[in-house]
């Protein structure tokens, strides 16, 4: 654990905070949180708003009969409004510790990125919104908590009104991500869709099935499924709560996900 990835660190974070601690009061719609599922709508933060996403991980994987791996994680994202259709992103991981196989604890990566709102919605048509979500890894942790090189990824997002109270979701992505052994980079697909549905005034359910293809050249694709909820907490607080398990490839035997976001800024 090096002192200058904990001063890294601090300074993101510190920046996120006085990113958002001007703002004061919430926008029209309810807050609309990227989390806790991994697939995100194409809904963009208003102009002079920002939202503060935050959250605790824990998982649990086996290795082969030996002692199980146990990863938690501190989450921490902000979003900023740019124009009505565009937003800032910066988020990451503060603190991540490690125990099993191999013990460790800093901080974890860090990505900036842009989520373009590409096209709205109408009222009783077929077609989604549409959206686009570049986005950069920095290598703030080294091993065994990151890779220590920078990841690229390209996401399309599409979101679907659906009778009933439902809403679909759907992202599909293209990412490089960096290798260092040989050294160079290796090409990810990733695809997720999450069901929504509202269940009661404040609250809403999901159901989400994620696939990516392999991250390392020896390792292989895998399939995740998560469900979880998401509690209005009033117009601009939202509390949220979520589980997952690997159905296939290399993954986490179990997840557990809980977390707070806050929207702050002016009409």
Known sequence: MGGPRWRWTLGVVSG???????????????????????????????????????????????IGGGESDRRFAAQLALRAGLTGALEARLGGEPVVRLRGERDDTGPGDFSVGLKYRLLDAEEHRWWPSLGLQPSVKLPVAGAPIGTGRPDFELRALASFDLPAGFDLDVNAALAAVGQSRP?????????????????????????????????ERDARDAVDLRAGIVFLLGRDVALDAAAGASLAGRGPDYTVIAGVSVRLGHR
């Open 183 to 215: 050294n160079g980079y290796l090409l990810q697909a990733l695809t997720s869709a999450s069901l929504n549905c509202k269940i009661l005034e404040a609250t809403s359910a999901f159901v989400e099935v994620a696939f990516a293809s392999r991250d």
């Open 16 to 62: 996120l905070l006085a990113l958002g601690a001007p703002c004061a009061s919430g926008a029209d719609a309810p807050i609309s949180p990227d989390r806790p599922s991994v697939t995100n709508n194409t809904e963009t933060v208003r102009p002079g708003v920002a939202q503060l996403e935050t959250g605790v991980e824990y998982a649990k994987s086996s």
